[in-house]
């Protein structure tokens, strides 16, 4: 299934993308999409039933914004350095471990919501990224394949960083990846039964028009499965948290100088092989 929420900000009502592209109102099932939910295989099942019957109302998507898919987000745990060609462009080693960072859950705004400069910044990057949304609680998993088993879905996340603030002003990366609007997320939560193998997964974004990253979830140096594992042998994953898996190479870090970072007024666009595309113009915060 596609599971969305549209409306207003901080008033989005769950919707369901049905296989011929009509928007159905969930509104009758549930009362939003979150970690509730997706713990909950009866209610999933209720919506699966219903969809198949035909008995969803149709919404009206004209002029109706995409929110984010996901209410109520517990964490935002991001992997750095997770593709073998993301870290040849920056000159990194790859790791020997998953680099593990966070993003505050109120960075995400919808998929194309306005993107805002942070005041001061001369370096704000893109990262299309494959995100992954826990189901179940998962705590000291076993295997990556324990860890597959505890993804509810996936989603298309832009991981916008500041690379000035990330990595030249000392400290831990987070001070360049928490600024207000740097997590767009969605348009949809995939459901995990519709993307059978997230290893093959193409990834790209646009600035511009202009293609910048073009990559594939094949080349990640740590699978998705044994992110989620690792992950749990130091934290507690609870429904409705997310895991940013890494991004591939094309950043704007990654390029000779003088570095095409982003400016007010750039239009970046992003997608993920299934699971839709994002669309952002920025602004000065």
């Known amino acids: 299934m596609k599971l969305l929420r549209v409306g207003t900000a901080g008033r989005e009502r769950p919707a369901l993308l049905d296989p011929d592209g009509t928007l159905r109102d969930l509104s009758g099932l549930v009362t ?143 001070k360049g990846k928490n600024c207000e609007t740097f997590n767009p997320l969605g348009p949809w939560l995939v459901t995990a039964d519709e993307v059978p193998d997230p290893q093959n997964l193409s990834l790209r974004l646009w600035v511009n028009g202009e293609l910048k990253q073009d990559g594939t979830t094949a080349e990640q140096i740590f699978p998705v499965g044994e992110v989620v594992r690792y992950v749990s042998q130091f934290m507690t994953l609870y429904p409705g948290d997310v895991i940013n898996t890494g991004t591939p190479a094309g950043v704007a870090m990654g390029h000779p100088e003088p570095k095409p970072y982003l400016r007010a007024g750039d239009v970046v666009e992003l997608e993920v092989t299934g699971l839709g595309r994002q669309r952002q113009v920025l602004a000065q915060a």
């Not at 001061?120 to 998962?138: P, Q, Y």
């Open 32 to 174: 939003d999409i979150d970690g509730t939910l997706l713990a909950d295989e009866h209610a999933l099942g209720r919506i699966r039933s219903a969809a198949e019957a035909g008995d969803l109302p149709a919404l009206d998507a004209t002029g109706l914004r995409t929110g984010p898919p996901l209410a109520r987000i517990g964490k935002i745990v991001c992997v750095g350095l997770n593709y073998h060609d993301h870290a040849r462009e920056t000159g990194a080693e790859p790791p020997s471990e998953p680099v593990i960072f966070f993003k505050a859950p109120d960075t995400v705004v919808g998929p194309d919501d306005t993107v805002l400069v942070p005041r001061g910044s001369v370096k704000t990057d893109w990262e299309v990224e494959l995100a992954v949304v826990i189901g179940r609680t998962a705590r000291y998993l076993e295997s990556a394949e324990d860890g597959l088993a505890h993804v509810a879905g996936y989603a298309v996340a832009h991981d916008v960083s500041e690379r000035e603030f990330q990595i030249e002003r000392g400290g831990t990366w987070d």
